[in-house]
């Protein structure tokens, strides 16, 4: 099983639609979940973080299962401007040792 | 003012060939990370220092040798660059305790002909 794993995609969804993407990850010691968003050759930015409760950001929200070992991204209300392909990435450790791992990214596209 | 800044932006050089991409921070962070995303854009960390140690070195060949001078700045040499370097490599930089992830650099886009 790959260390973190995501749906590639494409998805594609029309203007307004709610979507939703999923990513699981093999280590159940992980300690923080984050999902980034990645434009066509543009670095990384952070979307928001996983907190475990669950945690909204007005369209997005970002919720966290550790008995089933994922997390999970919701897109209320697309917009042309969420096209792009969204990472999720776990992280491991603490102190000065950190292992991060990326998923290899859902693409959303979102179309008229 | 830019947060993480690399150079350079491009990066296109012949094989054999010796290259080095530098990266700073101003965020303060303590924690600088270098990250390479292939063609098939799957982005995959290479090295993680902190507080100038190197702490994570992952499997990646002894050509690619990463220097910390100081907390602020890690820069990447690459020797004998074959044509799989080709990619983009991102800089990146954190602060231990906050839950604040990871902010990259605008990366390096390298083409090894």
């Known amino acids: 099983r790959k260390e973190v794993e995501q749906d590639p995609g494409p998805f594609n969804v029309p203007e307004g639609a709610t979507v939703a993407f999923n990513c699981t990850y093999s280590n159940s010691a992980s300690q923080s979940f984050f999902w980034y968003r990645q434009d066509c050759r543009k670095e990384p930015k952070l979307l928001m973080s996983?907190?475990?409760s669950g945690n909204e950001d007005g369209r997005f929200t970002a919720q966290l299962n550790r008995a089933s070992q994922y997390i999970s991204l919701l897109i209320r209300d697309s917009k042309l401007s969420d096209s792009a392909t969204y990472l999720c990435v776990v992280n491991f450790g603490s102190g000065g040792y950190q292992k991060v791992t990326f998923g290899t990214g859902t693409k959303l596209q979102v179309i008229p | 003012d830019t947060a993480v800044s690399q150079t350079p932006k491009y990066l296109v050089t012949q094989m054999g060939n010796d290259k080095s991409i530098k990266c700073e921070q101003n965020?303060?962070?303590?924690?600088m990370y270098w990250y390479k995303q292939d063609s098939k854009k799957f982005l995959k960390i290479m090295f993680s220092?902190?507080?100038?140690?190197?702490?994570i070195n992952e499997t990646v060949p002894n050509r690619f040798s990463p220097k910390s001078p100081d907390k602020a700045h890690l820069n990447l040499h690459i020797n004998s660059l074959e044509l799989g370097d080709s990619a983009v490599y991102f800089c990146a930089s954190s602060q231990e305790g906050r839950r604040n992830g990871y902010t990259f650099g605008s990366g390096t886009r390298l083409t090894v002909v």
């Open positions: 965020l303060g962070h303590d924690t």
């Open positions: 220092y902190n507080n100038k140690e190197l702490i």
């Open positions: 996983v907190y475990s």
